[in-house]
Structure formats: structure tokens, C-alpha cells
């Protein structure tokens, strides 16, 4: 049960909502052109790039599930970016197909942190697969940072780098105004440092 870190879950699902929006948007702006969108692992094109981004977030997803069932959660590799196979794989995905994923696996992400136990997300040594990580922030990261990441990565290989500025600018702003009761939330005071 959430209990007293609302604030913490509260922010940590505006987060995941945000870069969930974000990857929504660019599909939209590219869905006209998306078919014959040019890219490749040097340069990923927008719907390749958005199913890398639901992978990543399925695998977080599947480890929270685990954690409720009582599991071990499993290990994932490593993506490289770069491998022409991995992106030709993220490639073949139908854009519609993509943008209801990231749909689902968004909604999904943040249902599943709301059911864990204030233990699961704030004591570093309870889960030693997490190798001493914070739960919450492993969410943080593989939900927000990892997917906005690359879609300014995305923006500045496609000459849009006022795009990828625009979007750093709504990150951080988000983040501050997520984090506004860090001052009164000792939670949030975590949150704060690592944003």
C-alpha cells in the first residue's frame, strides 16, 4: 500500500507519464511519414526508437510482477544501440502497433509501482539484484530517463536541436514541479538530489 510515500509514487508516475506523452508525440508528428522514415542504428528512426523504449520498460514491468508474485525478478542484457539486427528488429514493428504499447506498457509501469510495498521502493538492500539501487529509481531511470534520453538523441540526429532543447526544458520542468513538496517529503528529498 502506498502509505507515506504518495508523494514519491506520485511523482515517480507523473515522470513515466511525461516520457510516455513525449514518445506519443513524436509518433503522431511522424506517423504521415513513418513508413518511409530513414534510419538505421546510427541514426534510429521514430518508431524503432519508441519500440526499444516499451522493451525497456516491459522488462521493468515483468520485474515489478515478479517482485508482487514473490520472485526473483530475471536479468536483462545490455541493448547495443548499434547493432544493425537489434534496430532491424525494432524496425519491423507496425507504428500502430508501437503507439499502443507504449500506451499499455506506460499504464502498465505505473500500476505496478503503485501495488509495491513502501520496502520495495525505498530499502536499498531488500532486493540484491538490484546490487544496492533504490527501486524507485531504477523505475525513474528505465521509464523516464532512459526514453527521454533518446528522444533527444532522436531530435538531434534528425537536425531538430531546438526540439531536443524544448524537451529538456518540459523534462526539468515537469521534475520541479513533480518535486514541489520535496522541502516537507523526506522521499522527495531523494527525488530532488538525483533529478
Known amino acids: ?15 513515466l507519464s511525461l516520457a510516455a506523452a513525449e514518445e506519443l508525440i513524436l509518433l503522431a508528428a511522424t506517423a504521415y511519414r513513418a513508413a518511409s522514415e530513414e534510419g538505421g542504428p546510427d541514426r534510429w528512426a521514430a518508431v524503432p526508437l519508441v519500440a526499444h523504449n516499451n522493451h525497456f520498460k516491459r522488462q521493468q514491468a515483468e520485474r515489478l510482477a515478479a517482485l508482487a508474485a514473490g520472485q526473483v525478478p530475471a536479468t536483462y542484457g545490455d541493448t547495443d544501440h548499434s547493432s544493425a539486427e537489434v534496430y532491424r528488429q525494432y524496425a519491423a514493428q507496425p507504428a500502430a502497433a508501437v503507439m499502443t504499447e507504449c500506451r499499455q506498457v506506460s ?20 532486493h540484491p539484484w538490484l546490487n544496492g539501487r533504490l527501486l524507485w529509481l531504477q523505475i525513474i531511470v528505465r521509464g523516464f530517463w532512459h526514453a527521454t534520453g533518446h528522444l533527444g538523441d532522436y531530435y538531434l540526429a534528425h537536425d531538430q536541436p531546438e526540439r ?8 526539468l520542468g515537469t521534475a520541479r514541479y513533480l518535486r ?6 523526506p522521499d522527495l528529498a531523494e527525488v530532488r538530489a538525483e533529478l
Open 1 to 15: 500500500m502506498p502509505g507515506e510515500t504518495v508523494a514519491l509514487r506520485s511523482t515517480v508516475a507523473g515522470l
Open 107 to 126: 499504464a502498465e509501469l505505473i500500476d505496478r509501482m503503485w501495488a509495491l510495498t513502501e520496502e520495495d521502493l525505498l530499502e536499498e538492500a531488500r
Open 164 to 171: 531536443a532543447i524544448a524537451l529538456q526544458a518540459n523534462v
Open 180 to 185: 514541489a513538496n520535496a522541502d516537507r517529503d
